[in-house]
């Protein structure tokens, strides 16, 4: 290990900070730098969707991954918030960032880079003419929706996906009205399938929320006779659906999606993936360049990166809590030892989400030949719903059922068999 190289690592969230935490684990001395777009501290996204806005009154924490004396004292990191990257050099071996206001350009260089950047929200066109229309992805976005939600606010949730139930979910608990739009027949259905959209459907049916399935957003509108303000904003006041129906709504929260954060690297060499722009990387997170060749002491980690997962003989990009931490560190420890004891990143992907009372928790992929959905019998009921590729059991998804779903992650990391799956499920119940 280079015990006194400068690591630096471009975004300061799970992926960012785990980077930094593993690097110590494994003794490096040398200067930290992390570098973090937004004002705070890293925090923790999950709680966001979850905690955070079923809290009500004003006195909630922010969910900060570690507490400052950590960070700056344990950790010994030289923090920079508010600077945002805004070019690479693999040259000079330094990364352009922007800060301060008014804004100046500085030049960090680095022995050793990871960069962890994620991903930004996709929003709907028209909603920078509008307040009130928000996307959940950062802290400040959940103090938005917190205090709309406290506030009694009409919602209107564009997107069935994960962040749009979890939001409908908190608004439920609230007992507040809300309407979910879905421009698909059913939630999830291209990511879980449609049996499990008609799962989801059903949960969100049976909470009290009006789910408007196969139906678009035609335009947002603002609220009638309101004037700009400063910014030349107005506040929403409706949104005017595909099939002509016209929703009031003074909080519309949208989750359709994120798109890698990127857009700094496009003059940098480093290979973006034609579909959505992510960081293409070899199975060790090490980030290559336009001709496959790797970009020395370049790394990638957490939502922005695209890499080989040998255990499923593909390449992923993941948008999870638990990938995001451990491609950090893997990120990191590579970065730091010779190439001899570079090594691979492969898991078992997984994430989890609740809904009403309910929790929905995913192992493996969802792409499949086959899927099969199991109510449970026992006396702990719920569903659990497998994915056959091939002969292998892929994937599984747990409703209701989290005594279960690590054990069909083993199984999963096993290789097992497409029957030994069925004949698990059989036996658990």
Request: include cysteine; charge should be negative.
């Amino acid at each position: 290990m280079n015990e006194q190289a400068k690591l630096v690592v471009v975004g300061a969230g799970l992926a960012g900070l785990r980077a930094c935490e593993a690097a110590r684990r494994a003794g490096h001395t040398g200067p930290i730098v992390l570098l973090g777009e937004e004002t705070h501290l890293p925090y923790d996204r999950p709680p966001l969707s979850k905690e955070f806005l079923a809290a009500e009154g004003a006195d909630v924490d922010d969910p900060l991954l570690r507490p400052a004396a950590m960070i700056y004292d344990e950790l010994d990191l030289d923090v920079r918030t508010g600077t945002r990257a805004v070019g690479l050099d693999t040259i000079e071996k330094t990364v352009a960032v922007e800060s301060g206001y008014p804004s100046r350009v500085d030049h960090v260089g680095y022995d050793e880079l990871v960069i962890a950047t994620g991903a930004a929200a996709r929003q709907l066109p028209g909603a920078e003419d509008l307040t009130g229309v928000l996307a959940l992805r950062t802290l400040d976005d959940a103090h938005a929706v917190r205090l709309g939600l406290d506030a009694g606010a009409n919602i209107v949730v564009v997107g069935a996906g994960f962040i749009g139930s979890e939001v409908a979910s908190a608004a439920r608990a609230r007992g507040l009205p809300v309407t979910i739009v879905e421009a698909l027949d059913a939630p999830l259905v291209r990511s879980l399938g449609v049996e499990v959209g008609a799962l989801c459907s059903r949960l969100h049916l049976e909470n009290g929320a009006d789910l408007r399935l196969g139906v678009g957003v035609a335009a947002l509108k603002p609220l009638d006779g309101s004037v700009p303000d400063s910014h030349g904003q107005r506040p929403v006041g409706a949104v005017e659906l595909s099939d002509g129906t016209s929703l009031a709504a003074d909080l519309v929260v949208v989750g359709v999606g994120a798109v890698p954060s990127t857009a700094w690297l496009r003059e940098s060499g480093v290979k973006l993936h034609e579909r959505d722009g992510g960081i293409v990387c070899d199975e060790t997170m090490g980030v290559l360049r336009d001709d496959g060749s790797r970009v020395e002491h370049v790394w990638a980690a957490g939502d922005v990166a695209h890499w080989d997962n040998s255990l499923f003989e593909r390449t992923m990009r993941l948008e999870h809590w638990t990938s995001a931490a451990e491609q950090g560190a893997t990120a990191a420890r590579n970065a730091l030892t010779a190439p001899e004891e570079w090594k691979p990143y492969t898991t078992v992907p997984y994430f989890w989400s609740d809904w009403y009372d309910t929790r929905l928790q995913f192992v493996g992929v969802p792409q499949a030949d086959e899927i099969l959905v199991q109510h449970r019998s026992d006396n702990k009921g719920g569903t659990v719903v497998l994915y056959r590729e091939a002969d292998r059991l892929v994937g599984t998804l747990t409703i209701g059922r989290p005594d279960l779903v690590m054990k069909y992650r083993r199984l999963i990391a096993q290789r097992a068999s497409w029957s030994d799956g069925v004949q698990f499920g059989a036996a658990a119940s």
